[in-house]
């Protein structure tokens, strides 16, 4: 007689087969509503994801294969995590990665860091912006925060004259200091989302979130396109930096929290490590 977890086994293969036979006849239907021919084949082409978007590389090795190709193209991008988990290094080696090897070019307005201490910083990471900036191929200004109208403006005009493609705010989360209510937040990261969508770029936006600070996800993160989440959190007696996508309209993506090291190169995901295994 097999035993108990022989039994398991048996039972979730059922489980799953059953599953997939059902996935496939809602596929189905879902390809007959948009109006594709949705023979047997068709359908096995496009089991998973149907590619609407161009992608754009990210720069950070092991984050496209996250993300099943990289990040669809004018899809607005929160980069939420808490502090020192490599926002900041993220959005540099982003625009880096454009302007260097994708004929790109690209913004970063910076809320709070001096242009000349993350032109350094980079550098540190092994990115280097000088020639970059020379060329007219980057630009990182930092933006005053007297009004929201006028950074939306600045925002306009320095996206057109360097005919950006990537745009990063960094850190997003200082917007919030311009008001006094949530409300008003919304409707200004609303307003936000709709002028960066109406221009030809993919935007970056940093937010804090902290696993241990227990914050609730805010508005950025439900009106962005995707959300990429970055932690730096104990486990035992070590720092473990992982990064997991929450989500990602236009694309499927891992679901799994995968750990990443920043160094010299700088930030590397591993797409094949897994931080948490699931529960036998
Ligand atoms: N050249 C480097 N080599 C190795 N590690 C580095 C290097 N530069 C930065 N780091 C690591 O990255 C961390 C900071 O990354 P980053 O500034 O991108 O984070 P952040 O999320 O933007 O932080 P903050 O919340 O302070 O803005 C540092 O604390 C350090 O551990
Ligand atoms: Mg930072």
Redesign the pocket.
């Known amino acids: 007689m097999a035993d108990f977890s022989d039994k398991l086994v048996e039972i979730r293969s059922q489980m799953s087969e059953k599953k997939k036979k059902r996935e496939k006849k809602v596929s189905m239907k879902k390809a007959k509503v948009l109006g594709e021919k949705s023979s047997e084949k068709m359908f096995e082409k496009n089991f998973g994801i149907k590619e609407y978007f161009d992608r754009v590389k990210s720069g950070v090795p092991g984050i496209d294969e996250v993300l099943h190709g990289g990040i669809p193209k004018g899809n607005l991008v929160v980069i939420a995590?808490?502090?020192?988990?490599?926002?900041?290094?993220?959005?540099?080696q982003f625009l880096y990665e454009g302007a260097k090897n994708q004929g790109e070019p690209g913004v970063f307005i910076s809320l709070?860091?001096e242009p000349e201490r993350l032109i350094k910083?980079a550098k540190?990471?092994?990115f280097d912006f000088e020639p970059l900036i020379k060329e007219g191929k980057v630009l990182i200004i930092k933006s005053a925060m007297y009004q929201l109208n006028t950074l939306f403006s600045n925002i306009k005009e320095v996206v057109r004259k360097m005919k950006a493609k990537r745009l990063v705010i960094?850190?997003g989360a200082l917007l919030r200091l311009f008001f006094e209510t949530e409300i008003e937040v919304r409707k200004a990261f609303v307003d936000l989302a709709g002028l960066l969508k109406k221009m030809d770029i993919t935007p970056l936006i940093?937010t804090?979130f902290s696993l241990e600070a227990g914050k609730q996800f805010e508005m950025e993160e439900y009106a962005a396109d995707g959300v990429i989440l970055?932690y730096?959190t104990r486990i035992g007696n070590i720092y473990q930096r992982m990064i997991a996508i929450l989500k990602m309209r236009g694309t499927s993506h891992s679901e799994k929290v995968h750990p990443f090291k920043?160094?010299?190169g700088g930030i590397m995901v591993y797409p094949e490590e897994e931080v948490f295994r699931e529960m036998e």
Request: hydrophobic share 20%.
């Open positions: 995590g808490g502090p020192g988990s490599g926002k900041t290094s993220f959005g540099l709070e860091e910083n540190g990471l092994g960094d850190p940093t804090d970055l730096h920043i160094g010299y």
